[in-house]
């Protein structure tokens, strides 16, 4: 992989090499080594996430993070490049925003903030196997910083804090029984009729967060039930997913979830705190002032809320439409992956 050629045929070779979460071995791999030979970086490998540190001697600290890992292929790899764009799968959400990182790496020798790179794994499966994690656990350390920069995609626009994450369970019960005496038994399924209206009903909050407006959602994304073809179903369990804004804790959140489905059976899964905006930061100021690009609300969940939890202000910025991630027809302007790279040099270098 050659970092020294243009930023659309880096993001391309990036986005050929497959790295479903868990499979991320490659292209680890391939980035410590194309940080290892550089004497102004410092390389830790951890499992497969690749940290990489610069010491200018500098008194503040700036991390630019990025996972490495991708959601599984949909008709979409390899990888395409156009005159004007990159395809395929993870060019949006994230190979675009770890060819500008890779590119920083190489070409910053020197800096007003010292700087870590930081390439982590399994950023879009369950927490318990997020890169970020595992580096706390064994060297925090090496997550020490002023301020945090994640490369998730938002079209080249500041996207600041972000909202939190629930998932839960619920399930209906029902009576088994033989589909063509179907009166002797209770279909579970057919139950889920007021939990549908529940979830239907649901009218999302929009509150407005130092200026910002965000949006909560609640959502059905997977029902799991039924026996056979020719047996009524005792049990079925839906899996439903909200987002909360970032004046809401996660524990709120889910008190409120409990009091929402209070008459169904409701089993929490995952929870992932919502992030501040952090507008207030000098740091965040200063970032703002110089790039000089839009900003607006982060509605997805994003690493900004693990390091808004150690304390340490985090934004959200790099190539790639967000309403693209994970969608079949991921494909990134290669101008806007040119476009954060020099607004992200800009500052670096300020």
Known sequence: MKINQDLGDLTLDLVNISSVSQD????????????????????????????????????????????????????????????????GLGSVDMKSGIAVALKLAHE???????????????EEIETKFNGLELITKQNKDLLNCDFAILMEPTNG??????????????????????????????????????????????????????????????QAVKINGGVAGNVVPDLVTMTINH??????????????????????????????????????????????KVISTPIAPKFGWTDVARFAAAGIPAINFGPGDPNLAHHPS????????????????????N
């Open 108 to 122: 910053l020798t020197k800096s007003n903030f010292d700087i870590t790179y930081l390439f982590y794994e399994s």
């Open 157 to 218: 626009i500041i996207e600041v804090g972000c909202q939190g994450s629930l998932r839960f369970e619920v399930s209906a019960k029902g009576n088994r029984a033989h589909s063509a005496r179907w009166w002797n038994g209770e279909n579970a399924i057919h139950a889920l009729s007021p939990i549908l209206e529940v979830i239907n009903s649901y009218e999302s909050r929009e509150p407005v967060i130092d200026g910002y407006k965000f949006r909560e959602g609640l």
């Open 243 to 288: 987002r909360f804004a970032p004046d809401t804790t996660a524990k709120v959140a889910e008190e409120n979830m409990r009091k929402l489905f209070i008459n169904f059976d409701f089993k929490l899964m995952d929870a992932a705190s919502a992030a501040p905006t952090g507008l207030n930061n000098e740091l965040i100021k200063n970032f703002v």
């Open 24 to 87: 991320e071995k490659a292209i680890a791999d391939l980035v410590q080594e194309s940080l290892s030979n550089l004497n102004h970086l410092k390389v830790t490998r951890i499992a497969n996430s690749v940290v990489a540190q610069t010491n200018f001697g500098n008194s503040k600290r700036v991390v630019i993070a990025g996972h490495l890992d991708t959601v599984p292929a949909n008709n979409n790899f390899p990888g395409k490049k156009t005159d004007t764009e990159i395809t």
């Open 330 to 349: 991921e494909a990134v302007k290669i101008k806007q992956i040119e476009d954060v790279y020099s607004s992200l040099k800009k500052w670096l270098s």
